[in-house]
């Protein structure tokens, strides 16, 4: 096979990668986040592309690259968010390479669509697309038309609310709102169990985090699965296919974060095996609704064990490998790669 593998990102994964698609016949390179927007660095891999007749571009979680966090960082220190930063700095790497694959003049395909990859960004794009279907908890984008009343009825009806940034990332800028004897408790993490204030209605709150671009959600309470300590559910999905499961739970004795085997625990529980299979069947249908062919899914599960999903990654980890240690993730990616570019 004639091709080359870009790798966009520094990531440890590229090194199982780069040796399993050798094997396979494909030329292999790593690249930066921004070496598109470098005269000598953009002309070097157009020097590595001249005797290949087609490319295969891979992203691998950039937001790590050195350069992509030295420009967030810029962006931040003039006076920005880090939401709004980061989102601006990932748009701006997704066109630059979008304009640089254009120029190639030759057969070109990515593993996730960059178009795709920068609307999976905003979080309201990935409410919209999967609220019709059910696949998430009720969801309200906030603009300048939001009746209050519609945060108000969800409230008396739910455990809470929470508001979420569409741009955010690594629950940062999260907010929980819960309703109490005194007016509402707002809480300044996803836990909920910092207190910010109290307030006596949510007017100034909604219209502020208008503004600056959230979505309002219903929180759902977390069935007990892990002896009270928080957790997410991980469905990775390679080319339609589920290949692997995992639960991070969040040791509140420790505070570390640990991966445990979920598929192991519905073993022991009839209950908790239905919800996987549902968790999976869900997985796969956000995976076709996006045009991903390889994504993170993350779910919870509600008390009722219905499980819902949180969100859709387009840079999912190997975190499978913790848990299913024999699992050759490295060898499924490379024959997606050949089948993409037949």
Request: charged share 25%; net charge negative; glycine share 8%.
């Amino acid at each position: 096979m004639n091709a080359s593998l870009i790798f966009v990102g520094p990531n440890r994964r590229v090194t199982p990668l780069e040796v399993e698609s050798s094997r396979a016949g494909f030329k292999p390179i790593q690249v930066s986040a921004f070496d598109f927007d470098d005269p000598y660095t953009a002309g070097k891999i157009k020097l590595f592309l001249e005797d290949t007749d087609q490319a295969l571009f891979r992203f691998i979680y950039p937001f790590y690259d050195i350069n992509y966090r030295r420009q967030v960082s810029s962006l931040v220190k003039s006076g920005e968010d880090m939401s709004t930063a980061s989102f601006k700095i990932f748009e701006e790497m997704i066109r630059g390479w979008q304009e640089f694959i254009g120029s190639l003049g030759m057969k070109t395909v990515e593993v996730n669509p960059l178009e795709t990859m920068l609307q999976q960004r905003n979080k309201s794009f990935q409410y919209e697309t999967m609220g019709p279907e059910g696949l998430i908890p009720p969801t309200i984008h906030l603009t300048s038309e939001t009746p209050i009343e519609r945060i108000e009825d969800m409230l008396r009806n739910t455990p809470g609310v929470v508001y979420k940034p569409v741009s955010g990332s690594q629950s940062k800028g999260i907010f929980i709102v819960r309703q109490g004897p005194d007016g509402y408790s707002v809480m300044s993490d996803i836990k909920g169990d910092r207190p910010v204030n109290q307030v006596g209605d949510l007017s100034d709150l909604t219209r502020k985090l208008h503004h600056e671009g959230y979505v309002a959600q219903e929180l759902i309470d977390y069935a007990d699965l892990f002896g009270g300590n928080d957790y997410d559910l991980r469905v990775h999905v390679l080319d339609g296919e589920v290949i692997g499961t995992a639960a991070f739970v969040y040791n509140r004795h420790t505070g570390e974060e640990e991966v445990h085997s979920i598929d192991a625990k519905a073993q022991e529980d009839p209950r908790l095996q239905a919800t996987m299979e549902e968790a999976r069947r869900m997985s796969l249908r956000a995976a076709e609704l996006f045009g991903l062919y390889d994504t993170g899914v993350d779910l919870m599960v509600s008390t009722d064990y219905k499980p819902l999903i949180t969100e859709v990654n387009c840079f999912p980890g190997w975190y499978m490998l913790q848990v299913n240690p024999d699992l050759d993730i490295a060898q499924k990616e490379v024959e997606l790669y050949q089948r993409l570019l037949k």
